[in-house]
């Protein structure tokens, strides 16, 4: 079993519409959460971290994080064919490492 | 420089040859990572250093590959003898101390043939 595991998708949503993306971890002591968004053929930039349970809002992006289930997720409002992405889950233990999950592909239909 | 920077940005090497790949971190992060991404996978940890100190090589899949910071700045990974299997983009990231957002380079497109 991977540490951190998401869908790999495809997931389509139409544009304006909401997207929810979801991810679970299995290392009990992992303490940061990340999401980044990788476009094909470039590098992961960074969009969200998540440090505490509940939610996290930056603009349109949404973080949710539940520890006692190991759960983090991500909502993208008024989602734009720009957002069109593979988004990857991260989380990070007691020290720097962090592990990422393989990712799911988002596609926003205009 | 404002990002991290690697180079090079395409590598094509023949099968046994030596490879070196360079990172330049954020000025002043104190923390490097560098990850391993296969086509359609999430990036794999290879190593992590603090400063000059390497903390963590759990993740370099061989004793061919080596990586080294020995100034605490610029990194290089090193990959003796590549493979076919070792075609990847290698990614490079810094932190600051004391944070785990990571900031990537825009990798190197290693491809053995």
């Known amino acids: 079993q991977k540490e951190v595991e998401q869908n790999s998708g495809p997931l389509s949503v139409p544009e304006g519409a909401i997207a929810s993306l979801n991810c679970t971890y299995s290392?009990?002591?992992?303490?940061?959460f990340f999401w980044y968004r990788q476009y094909s053929g470039k590098s992961p930039e960074l969009i969200m971290s998540?440090?505490?349970?509940g939610d996290k809002e930056d603009g349109r992006f949404t973080a949710q994080l539940n520890k006692a289930s190991q759960y983090v997720s991500l909502l993208i409002r008024d989602s734009q064919p720009s957002d069109s992405a593979t988004y990857l889950c991260?989380?990070?233990?007691?020290?720097?490492?962090?592990?990422f999950g393989t990712g799911t592909k988002l596609q926003v239909i205009p | 420089g404002a990002g991290v920077s690697q180079s090079p940005r395409y590598k094509v090497a023949k099968r046994g040859q030596d490879v070196a790949l360079r990172c330049d971190p954020i000025?002043?992060?104190?923390?490097l990572f560098w990850y391993q991404q296969a086509l359609g996978q999430g990036p794999e940890f290879l190593t992590y250093?603090?400063?000059?100190?390497?903390?963590?090589k759990s993740g370099l899949p061989s004793d061919r590959f080596f990586a080294e910071r020995p100034e605490g700045s610029v990194s290089t990974l090193k990959i003796q003898r590549t493979q076919q299997e070792d075609s990847a983009v290698y990614l490079c990231?810094?932190?600051?101390?004391?944070?785990?957002?990571?900031?990537f380079g825009q990798g190197t497109r290693l491809t053995v043939v």
């Open positions: 990231a810094s932190s600051l101390e004391d944070s785990t957002e990571a900031f």
């Open positions: 250093f603090q400063n000059e100190a390497q903390l963590d």
């Open positions: 991260a989380a990070s233990g007691g020290y720097q490492k962090v592990t």
């Open positions: 998540i440090y505490s349970n």
């Open positions: 290392d009990r002591v992992s303490q940061s």
């Open positions: 000025s002043g992060h104190v923390s």
